[in-house]
């Protein structure tokens, strides 16, 4: 909880920075876990329903916990037309998940996102923050079969520490 | 860094750094999302050990930028002044470059761009026709500044448009100036940017807030994004203008978590413009006071609609409103809001510095300036690319993306993003203004091309950009919502081979329901897709329905591998990657089980020789 109550640090009644709250807590929690949820509506002031509703409504949000690793499919349009469904449907039937879900094992979560703004590398997919460009469907397999071996490695993603505010 | 307490003070510094840039050598890196996808962090790492090591640091200057435009050819760079150009270039090419180029001013010919039209390598950056057909004017500038460094920005003249509007302009002259330019919204809408910023100023209500949209939501295009995390401060710099004009206290820009760069690169800016004094109270010593804050989407592509992004920045969810009252008389907390989006801030400033008349002499009747478009798809030279307004597709298609790839024939492109459509090949005489795609049933939108060629299918397109929109459609209205599930079944049976040729007319029949009837642009443009390839692509819809048979060899339902017998070689590279043990191996002859192919074409890719089929 020391963690959350650095985020909600002067945030406090203003109902307007709950999107951003909950970008925050995804980031640091990797998905939100309810508990933390009852406490970000008591501090923002804002109906726990509310925040359900808000949690629910973004992409960006997840209810459960994420596996170790992460892989984001890109299925933008000209990820589209080179081909990324006929591997999004490989890998989702090789892991036997459907998009936003994890393994059983708890080893991959398979997302799937809607335009990374890289089309120039498509079809691109997202492992654990690294970027692999012009993917097939064999490509994909391998690159899931030796993250399978290795631990997850530390997420180069960009992170924005600094907290934004609104209000 | 110190804050400046007067346009004086600002002049003078503006002069200092101008001066401190001249005629050093630089190696420009582009080092955008695509860049860094390409692993250009590793090629900078490697510069700076370079030219620590050789003891040039202070000779020669990297200067790692945004993205240039040319994704194609990443991770890639510039020399300047020489204006040598090396592109798709590895770290371990880096210690030849300092030794060979900057130190011996030796080109290194296998690093060079090489045309595949004249099939001749090119040594300069000016000469590459990708760059040589466009007119740069925004997104040229992400060449010159590192977006991490005001330095860089304010040295190539950056914020003297603010300077210039702030001592010389009043705020009914800049907006007269905007309207004279006929600059119009390049997030997709086209509405005639200084008639809105007119409508704000003269809302009542206060404070009066100014909003960047970069919540560039359509799939295929990543113009706003580049702009960015390529050129923060001209957007910064455009906002600080458009508030003046319009008497707006607060700004936010509202950019797509999806962009980490973007966040990182506007928050920097916002930062230092700050600590310089050019964001805050009483700017540069005069009256004029804003601030700007940055508000992190979360991944809703209903947000890039005006209402649903001004509840979004409330902390609600993000459904659009009935637009009977405009947001720039009630938007973000029901006041006076001015939205514009990246692309339309990034040309501010220079229409002020250059005056009206400049940016009106490019462009068509209706519709002026630049816009850039980004080029993906089945295209050669996949970029952004800026050029005049009015200009042909084919010109963009294949003078500057060099037409297909693989030497494929192209068949269509799509522009406009899931709200727009798809344009056959026989028109792409039209020229891209926003009147003419509109007529042609599509749209500029926000700029995305995404080139199609013979083996993409179109009612498969169709079903994607259905998709899209389900998932994307707040719900909040029955058209849309309801609209597009039937419409979806329809297209998906005809994919399966379940098509009828009367259900391909409640198909349009419902489309245009949804058009007619949905609250906001998502629902009333969502048909577009569907409507556009029904009219230009019928006979693709009728195979599908009449033969049974997707001739791009696409939707799964339809299409059977096989072996081609006379082109095997027995190499086993199909049985070996097959995953679903799908190839029988006889007698070293191949052949693929049917009930077990699931169609991932996996084989298709291992094969070398061209030998499994598609039908």
């Not at chain 2, 100014?210 to 906002?239: F, K, Q, T």
């Not at chain 2, 940055?294 to 509840?311: N, P, Q, T, Y």
């Not at chain 2, 009828?500 to 998502?522: P, R």
Request: proline content about 4%; glycine content about 10%; charged content about 25%.
């Amino acid at each position: 909880m020391l963690k959350l109550n650095a985020l909600l640090r002067d945030r406090e009644g203003k109902s307007c920075e709950l999107i951003e709250v909950l970008q925050d807590v995804q980031s640091a929690y990797n998905y939100l876990p309810e508990q933390v949820l009852r406490a970000v509506s008591a501090k923002l002031e804002v109906p726990l329903i509310e925040v359900f509703r808000v949690a629910n409504f973004y992409k960006a949000f997840t209810l459960k916990p994420r596996g170790k690793h992460l892989l984001t499919v890109c299925m933008g349009t000209a990820c589209h037309v080179r081909g990324a469904p006929k591997f999004l449907d490989e890998v989702l039937s090789q892991l036997n998940v459907s998009p936003g879900e994890t393994t059983g094992d708890g080893e991959f979560t398979v997302e799937t996102v809607n335009c990374l703004g890289a089309c120039a590398l498509g079809p691109i997919v997202v492992l654990d923050g690294k970027y692999y460009d012009h993917m097939t469907t064999g490509k994909l397999r391998n690159l899931i079969q030796a993250a399978r071996k290795k631990s997850p490695k530390k997420r180069k993603k960009i992170k924005s520490n600094a907290q934004t505010t609104i209000c | 860094m110190l804050k400046l307490q007067s346009v004086r003070e600002f002049k003078a510094f503006q002069v200092k750094r101008a001066e401190k840039e001249e005629r050093l050598t630089t190696v420009i890196l582009s080092s955008g999302t695509c860049g860094q996808a390409g692993g250009s962090l590793n090629i900078a790492e490697a510069f700076k050990k370079e030219l620590k090591n050789r003891r040039l640091a202070k000779k020669i200057r990297l200067r790692i930028t945004g993205c240039h435009g040319f994704c194609e050819q990443e991770p890639l760079l510039v020399i300047e002044p020489e204006n040598i150009f090396y592109c798709r270039i590895k770290p371990k090419d880096v210690p030849e470059i300092v030794s060979g180029t900057l130190k011996q001013n030796k080109i290194i010919d296998r690093l060079l761009y090489s045309d595949p039209a004249s099939k001749k390598k090119v040594a300069y950056e000016r000469d590459i026709p990708f760059y040589k057909a466009q007119d740069r004017a925004v997104l040229g500038q992400n060449k010159l500044v590192d977006p991490c460094d005001i330095n860089d920005y304010i040295a190539i003249g950056g914020y003297s448009a603010l300077i210039k509007a702030l001592t010389s302009m009043q705020p009914e002259e800049v907006i007269e100036e905007i309207k004279k330019s006929g600059l119009r919204g390049r997030g997709g809408g086209g509405f005639p940017t200084g008639m809105k910023w007119e409508f704000c100023r003269r809302a009542e209500g206060r404070p009066k807030y100014v909003v960047c949209n970069a919540d560039e939501g359509d799939p295929g295009a990543y113009m706003d994004r580049s702009v960015l995390e390529g050129n923060p401060h001209a957007i910064i710099e455009g906002m600080l203008i458009g508030a003046y004009a319009i008497g707006a206290e607060h700004g936010y820009i509202y950019v797509r978590n999806e962009y980490p760069l973007a966040v990182e690169h506007s928050k920097i800016a916002i930062q230092q413009a700050e600590e310089l004094g050019l964001i805050g109270e009483n700017i540069l010593g005069t009256d004029f006071s804003f601030d700007i804050k940055i508000a992190r989407g979360g991944g809703a592509f209903i947000c890039g609609e005006s209402s649903a992004l001004m509840a979004s920045l409330a902390g609600l969810v993000g459904e659009p409103r009935p637009k009977d009252i405009h947001t720039t008389e009630r938007g973000f907390m029901d006041l006076p809001t001015n939205l514009n989006n990246v692309e339309t801030w990034a040309n501010v400033p220079a229409i002020i510095n250059n005056g009206a008349s400049w940016f009106a002499s490019k462009g068509t009747a209706a519709s002026k300036g630049t816009k850039i478009f980004a080029l993906t798809g089945k295209i050669r030279n996949t970029g952004l690319v800026e050029v005049p307004m009015g200009i042909t597709l084919r010109e963009i298609i294949y003078n500057i993306g060099g037409g297909g790839s693989n030497g494929k024939k192209i068949k269509a492109v799509q522009t406009g993003g899931p709200s727009g459509g798809c344009l056959p090949e026989r028109l792409f005489h039209l020229p891209v203004d926003f009147e003419a795609l509109t007529e042609a049933g599509s749209m500029v939108g926000s700029g995305g091309m995404v080139v199609m060629d013979e083996a993409t299918c179109m009612v498969d397109v169709a079903k994607y950009f259905l998709k899209f929109l389900i998932d994307e459609s707040c719900g909040k209205c029955v058209p849309c919502r309801i609209g597009l599930s039937r419409m979806l079944e329809i297209i998906n049976d005809i994919t399966e081979g379940k098509g009828t040729e009367e259900k391909l007319a409640l198909l349009e029949d419902t489309a245009q329901t949804v058009a007619l009837a949905s609250l906001c642009a998502l629902g009333k443009t969502a048909p577009n897709p569907v409507l556009s390839t029904i009219k230009y692509f019928r006979p693709e819809y009728e195979a599908h329905i009449e033969k049974k048979k997707c001739p791009a060899g696409v939707c799964r339902q339809l299409i059977h591998y096989s072996i081609d017998k006379t082109k095997c070689k027995s190499c086993g590279a199909c049985f070996r990657a097959c995953p679903h043990n799908a190839i029988l191996v006889k007698a070293k002859i191949y052949n693929i089980i049917d009930e077990n192919c699931q169609k991932c074409g996996i084989c298709k890719e291992a094969c070398k020789f061209q030998a499994v089929a598609v039908s």
